[in-house]
């Protein structure tokens, strides 16, 4: 049913560090957490990088763009004194090097395909190309909860990654369920539908889990809330409070 992780890290390492940074995956080691949720966009020579927002000044130090920024360049930006001054320099990482990391330390990936407008199917197949040729041995293996499951709010992103690597399991992230989920989700070849626990209902998660798909909740911080969703059949779900839900919550 749900060959993956119960709770994982959101960003890296949740709020105990800079967020989509390889520090952040340290601290999530550090909390017990072997599961991990990033987010990777295109640089402007297409390479993918992991980072969440399209333009530089939140995390990223700096004016500009990612996607008008090559990798090279985006390597060597702070990505970490926003957080702290311990964390100055810390750079924006490549996606292989999460992958390299998270092969070392036998660490779970559910990596979000997150394109900057306009590159919707060319980071979709970007980022399943390089998945599927650094996962070959696992994916030979077929045992899914030894590979990532990709997931996107981009239909465009999964469609793209479906033609890419369709052995690679996706996820279809959804704020708000609309009501021809279903149909999209099929069309995807979907495993599961991610969304936002603020606007999921248990008649809702129930349908979800009855049509056969894997449910999973964004961005659950509050134990109280996360035992909630549980009960109502939600199969996993990502936080920022690692220091509060435990790998084994
Ligand atoms: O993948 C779930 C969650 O990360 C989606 O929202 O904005 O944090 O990428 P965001
Ligand atoms: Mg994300």
Partial sequence: MWPYPKIVAHRG???LAPENTI???RAGLAYGFRAVEFDVMLSRDGIGMVV???DFGRTVAGQGSVAQTDAAALAGMDAGSWFGEAFRNEPVPFYTQFIDYCKAQ???MNVEIKPADGFEAATGAWV???TRDSYSAELAAGDPA???LLSS???DALAAARDTAPELPRGYLLDKIPADWQQQAEQLGAVAIHTNHKHLTPQLAARIKAAGYG???YTVNDPARGSEILAWGVDGFCTDRIDLIGPDF
Wanted: charged share 15%; hydrophobic share 40%.
């Fill in 13 to 15: 390492g949740g709020t």
């Fill in 23 to 25: 520090a952040g995956l």
């Fill in 52 to 54: 969440h927002d399209p």
């Fill in 106 to 108: 036998r660490i779970w």
């Fill in 128 to 130: 399943a190309k390089v």
């Fill in 146 to 148: 030894r590979y990532p």
């Fill in 153 to 155: 709010f981009s239909f």
């Fill in 215 to 217: 449910l999973f909740c």
